[in-house]
């Protein structure tokens, strides 16, 4: 039976030529249908009209986002390329089509390019060769840990651990990149008395779903603070701007994100709900994608409880939550605020039982409640290095950096300020 093939190369003048060599090329393939543009793909394949599609780079709206959709439908990709047309074939490979052919090529060869999509998208063929840019400075130079930092409802923390920790790991030598991804309240700008109408992740997230995102991109769109190794994607300005942190887009943020930084910091948000896919039928935009996406593209979750009654039953329910969503994850707990007036005696001891007793677990890190010293370094923009490096919070903190990258003599704190361009 003859496999049904789409074309999408409208108004390309070898399309006909094209077209006439998938109908001759080995292997039995059919073309069922030449769509006039990016609407017309997608619902046919909506509809199981093909098994594979031939795309052009120049077909109006094509971006990441509708290649995510034409594999949902199970379509598997193939991009044409003009003859030595290096532009086009970097960006059809940046949206994450691997298999491309030029426009020259033999039908035997259009023929294993489709082939090999859909055992590809099937699970059943081989991984295709990892392609890298001619230019060197887009290539990846380093192999970067991902940390994501998440915690419940209710304000346990999240983005004070996330930008300290991120501090503190450029204190240490390390080349760090904080991200700011939480889609509901994301504060990282203001912590750090930093603009937030930069571009920063929906920036880098546009690109990335447009093709156009490589190291070099991604290092313009996060800002380097001066006197350090901290680099920071600042968040969306306004809530109602989360759908354009696409999840397939943060998958390609975060593969260059290990290339730029040794460590990458993502400050995550707090729901893990599906409802947008319970509630449609068809593919919609997901809120919590961004947030469940990068815990699963994460080498460790820091997963933030506050140390007081309501604060621990949420951080035991949430991390029974968080391993439903993201059950191949690395969890470590971190429970901020942690003091004598809410637990008694012997805080930390009480916190780690608590936590080993009703939610198994073992590896818990714990961060002294310092008011004073939070409360200067917010009204200041600065970390807690800057604003308080004696604060036991911080201490603990640096204490907490060391262990995930493996350095254990901290280095000397200074300033920092914002570059100015």
């Not at 780079?57 to 990441?64: F, H, S, Y």
């Not at 298999?99 to 090529?105: D, I, K, Q, R």
């Not at 621990?312 to 059950?327: D, H, N």
């Not at 608590?354 to 310092?370: E, M």
Request: glycine share 8%; hydrophobic share 50%.
């Amino acid at each position: 039976m003859a496999v049904p093939i789409l074309t999408a190369v409208t108004g390309a003048a070898w399309e006909a030529r094209l077209v006439s060599a998938l109908d001759k090329a080995p292997g039995g393939l059919q073309v069922v249908r030449r769509c006039v543009d990016l609407a017309d793909l997608l619902a046919a394949a909506a509809a199981g009209h093909g098994r594979a599609v031939v795309v052009s780079a120049d077909l109006r709206l094509l971006d990441r986002e509708a290649v995510g959709r034409l594999a949902a439908s199970g379509v598997a990709t193939v991009g044409v390329v003009p003859d030595n047309d290096e532009e086009s074939e970097r960006r059809l490979r940046q949206l994450g089509i691997d298999h491309v052919v030029t426009a020259a090529a033999g039908a035997g060869e259009i023929a294993d390019a489709v082939h090999a999509a859909i055992s590809r998208l099937a699970g059943t063929g081989p991984m295709p060769v990892a392609w890298i840019p001619d230019d060197d400075e887009a290539t990846p130079v380093a192999a970067g840990r991902l940390v994501a930092v998440w915690g419940p409802a209710g304000a346990p923390g999240r983005t004070t651990v996330a930008v300290n920790l991120a501090a503190e790991s450029a204190v240490l030598g390390k080349a760090t990149l904080l991200v700011d991804v939480d889609t509901y309240g994301g504060a990282v700008a203001q912590a750090l008395a930093m603009l937030d109408e930069a571009p920063g992740i929906a920036g880098a997230a546009r690109a990335a779903n447009q093709g156009l995102l490589d190291l070099p991109a991604l290092a313009r769109h996060a800002r380097q603070l001066d006197g350090s190794r901290l680099r920071v994607l600042t968040g969306i300005s306004r809530t109602e701007r989360w759908p354009e942190i696409r999840p397939s887009s943060l998958e390609v943020v975060w593969n260059l994100a290990r290339g730029l930084a040794e460590i990458t910091v993502a400050d995550c948000a707090f729901c893990l709900e599906l409802d947008e896919e319970l509630s449609f039928d068809t593919s919609a935009p997901r809120r919590n994608g961004a947030t469940i996406t990068t815990l699963k593209q994460a080498d460790v979750v820091l997963a933030v409880g506050s140390a007081d009654p309501v604060g621990m039953q949420r951080l035991v329910r949430g991390l029974g939550e968080l391993a439903e969503r993201a059950p191949d994850a690395e969890v470590r707990v971190v429970v901020n605020r942690v003091r004598e007036s809410v637990l008694g005696p012997y805080p930390e001891r009480q916190v780690r039982d608590a936590l080993r007793r009703y939610a198994g677990a073992h590896r818990v890190s714990v961060i002294p409640d310092d008011p004073v010293a939070a409360d200067a370094a917010m009204a200041s923009g600065r970390t807690l290095a800057e604003a308080a490096p004696r604060s036991p919070a911080r201490l603990a903190i640096t204490r907490l950096a060391a262990e995930l990258t493996g350095i254990d003599a901290p280095a000397p704190t200074r300033r920092w300020k914002v570059l100015t361009r």
